[in-house]
Nanobody, 116 residues
């Protein structure tokens, strides 16, 4: 059984930066994709960034391209999201997701608030 725990969220001013981390406990052998989703109040959860098992292919939501960067350290069972030039519209709960052996795993989320 894999458990995912996010950390690194917080309150930041517009234009600021945060680095989110996701730690996976248990084996992630067979992982096919790793991703960050977010859900703002009153909105549906949306995909922000994804990295595939080749560790090179990535996907980004259009509105975050050039500002957010997804990366992973497989040896540490960790996933990261570097967030720069943050905007108020980036405010949301951010969730870590991993697809392992055709099963979806989710963390409980970490709150990111961008406000002056």
């Amino acid at each position: 059984q894999v458990q995912l725990v996010e950390s690194g969220g917080g309150l930041v001013q517009p234009g600021g930066s945060l680095r989110l981390s996701c730690a996976a406990s248990g084996s992630i052998f067979g992982v096919t994709t790793m991703a960050w989703y977010r859900q703002a109040p009153g909105k549906e959860r949306e995909l922000v960034a994804r990295i595939f098992s080749d560790l090179r292919t990535t996907y980004y939501k259009e509105s975050v391209k050039g500002r957010l960067t997804i990366s992973t350290d497989i040896a540490k069972n960790a996933l990261y999201l570097e967030m720069n030039s943050l905007k108020p519209e980036d405010t949301a709960v951010y969730y870590c997701n991993m697809q392992i052996s055709r099963r979806d795993y989710w963390g409980l989320g970490t709150q990111v608030t961008v406000s002056s």
